[in-house]
């Protein structure tokens, strides 16, 4: 357990020493600085009677707004730019993780080692999800604590909707170990997790085509490439849901995207296990 | 299998490389046996399959073939490898540590007592010079720094058998010297050290017994000495020998050079080498000297890798 944690360890020093994870906490700080200190909101009655943004009045247009559709607004803002930007930012921070692990002269050092190749592999597993998680965390619990300090409205949604990110960075994590360690190189890496995101959204509204295919073989493999992919796009669906306190209405989506992943991760981890180096 | 260290048995390994899967024998055939506290050098060519023969023995390659043990127990046994230390040739390190935060990282990795870590560390960056450097990042190493850090890496949780890949490569005079030195004082506490190397006269200094290996088979085990030892060559030193007396000595079959007031023999055996020497005393010349004549372990190396190259 205290060498699984080593690798843990190393991993996450050797996260945070690039410039990436870097540049995400100081995109971070410099939220959550904004909404502390740059956002004033007045609110009387439950309803917001004055808004300024770096001490510039806003403009409600003698619109009566609610704070807690608000509040709802801009934890659904933030959970949309963070379930973009910042898997966008972690997936190309953290895909070099195996190649790097790989590299001659470092892989030979890390399997001389007393520890077996799964716990190796998972301990890099889990140092790049904990790295992105202490992100998440700072981010997501920062704006939401601020956010309920300011307004006095504590609604959960944007710390659920964290919780989703996580679990999609954790779904992509794994395709990124599978990928790194079959092909050993990051650009490969970031590309083919990149491409993901529009091809699991073009078998979204698969059915679409579909219709204009005749081959039953070809519809097929369509839905077969749906239902193993990840569904990014009903994940963001269901983050939304979650970020404006609405009922979700099928977790289905959530727990396929989580079997690809953990799948991903397995067939990593049996590769490397079994591979010679 | 006890009392060795390291024993290998029949080993084979063929690695595949390439689209068409061509096979390439990296292992052939090897029996090898390293006695414990033994110093132990492999030689051989590049690509001759040394560095395999390491990997096999440390579980980061397995064998097709064959059986390998190290300290009793089969290669690639978890716990069996906290009591081997190994420095690979071109290895790496995380550059944004520090040259004692990489030693206290693979301490861990090592399973060493969270207590033992810092003294331990200190300690062996003492013994391989680099205390003044403990405190900076790696980035700022030179290789030769970067070889002895792995040293102390390869050493922190005082291993039984330690694998060296090139421990000398890229380190200055001095540096090698100390080194040697390491590797001694490990000689005394009882660490078997098993050492890959290129360098013929670090291995002719360092090693107890040698082997040297090509395209995967071993072609020759033993001492140093058993393997630059030349047979039945001798050199005489007898000052001034009348031409005629050489004359006489090539005359009953023995070869021999006469050079700066030494003679060079060859004779078939040791009863011909007193005969050949009886004719120098009753021709009046004084015999100083008679010694064995012997070959560099790099002439003994190029030697028997081209007796290989030659056998049909």
Not at chain 1, 118 to 140: H, I, M, T
Not at chain 1, 154 to 181: E, H, N, R, S
Not at chain 2, 74 to 92: A, K
Request: hydrophobic letters at 45%.
């Amino acid at each position: 357990m205290m060498k699984l944690l080593a690798v843990v360890d190393g991993t996450i020093r050797e996260s945070m020493a690039r410039f990436t994870f870097l540049a995400f906490a100081l995109m971070s700080t410099l939220m959550l600085l904004v909404v502390t200190f740059a956002v004033n909101l007045d609110v009387v009655d439950g309803a917001l009677a004055a808004a300024r943004l770096f001490g510039q009045d806003i403009h409600l247009g003698g619109q009566r707004i609610a704070i807690d559709e608000l509040v709802s607004g801009i934890q659904t803002g933030l959970a949309g730019f963070v379930f973009g930007v910042g898997l966008f930012l972690s997936i190309f921070a953290t895909a070099n993780l195996v190649p790097v692990m790989l590299e001659k002269g470092y892989v030979d050092l890390l399997l001389s080692k007393p520890l077996s190749r799964p716990a190796l592999f998972l301990g890099r597993y889990l140092g790049a999800l904990s790295v992105v998680g202490f992100n998440l965390l700072y981010l997501v619990v920062g704006v939401w604590v601020v956010l309920g300090v300011k307004t006095g409205i504590w609604k959960p949604g944007l710390l659920k909707a964290g919780g989703i990110i996580l679990l999609t960075y954790a779904i992509f994590l794994g395709f990124m170990m599978m990928v790194g360690v079959f092909t050993r190189s990051s650009s490969i890496t970031i590309m083919l997790s990149y491409f993901l995101f529009p091809l699991t959204l073009f078998l979204f509204f698969r059915d679409n085509l579909t219709v204009m295919l005749t081959h039953k073989w070809a519809i097929f493999i369509l839905d077969g490439l749906y239902w193993i992919l990840p569904k990014v796009h009903e994940i963001g669906m269901i983050l939304g849901s979650l970020a404006l306190g609405k009922p979700v209405g099928s977790l289905a989506p959530l727990l396929s995207s989580a079997l690809f992943g953990a799948g991903c991760l397995a067939l990593g981890t049996l590769y490397f296990t079994r591979k010679d180096y | 299998m006890s009392g060795f260290a390291i024993e290998i048995q029949d080993l084979h390994k063929t690695f595949r490389v390439g689209w068409h899967r061509i096979p390439i024998r990296a292992l052939d055939g090897i029996s090898l046996a390293v006695s414990q506290g033994e110093v132990f050098g492999l030689l051989g060519p590049n690509g001759a399959g040394k560095t395999t023969l390491v990997k096999v023995l440390l579980g980061i390659t397995r064998p097709q073939a064959g059986r390998a043990e190290v300290l009793g127990l089969p290669v690639g046994n978890v716990p069996s490898r906290s009591r081997m230390g190994y420095l690979p040739e071109g290895h790496r390190y995380p550059l944004h540590l520090t040259g004692e935060g990489v030693v206290r990282w693979f301490a861990r990795l090592s399973g060493v007592r969270g207590a033992q870590i810092g003294p331990r560390a200190r300690i062996l960056l003492e013994r391989v010079g680099l205390t003044r450097w403990s405190g900076v990042r790696l980035r700022k190493y030179s290789k030769g720094m970067v070889q002895r850090l792995g040293l102390a890496v390869a050493l922190i949780h005082e291993p039984e058998v330690l694998f060296l890949d090139e421990p000398t490569d890229g380190v200055d005079p001095v540096g090698r010297a100390e080194i040697r030195k390491i590797l001694q004082e490990e000689k005394q506490r009882g660490t078997t050290i098993f050492i890959n190397s290129h360098l013929l006269s670090e291995i002719e200094r360092t090693c107890d017994r040698v082997a040297i290996l090509s395209q995967g088979r071993i072609l020759r085990a033993g001492t140093v000495s058993d393997l630059t030892d030349r047979g039945l060559d001798y050199r005489v030193e007898a000052g001034t020998v009348a031409p005629a007396v050489l004359e006489a000595i090539r005359a009953n079959g023995t070869p021999v050079e006469a050079t700066n007031g030494c003679l060079h023999l060859r004779v078939p055996s040791l009863e011909r080498l007193n005969a050949c020497l009886d004719s120098l005393r009753s021709a009046g010349c004084l015999i100083r000297q008679v010694t064995p004549e012997r070959s560099t372990l790099e002439e003994s190396f190029i030697q028997i890798l081209g007796e290989e190259e030659t056998r049909p």
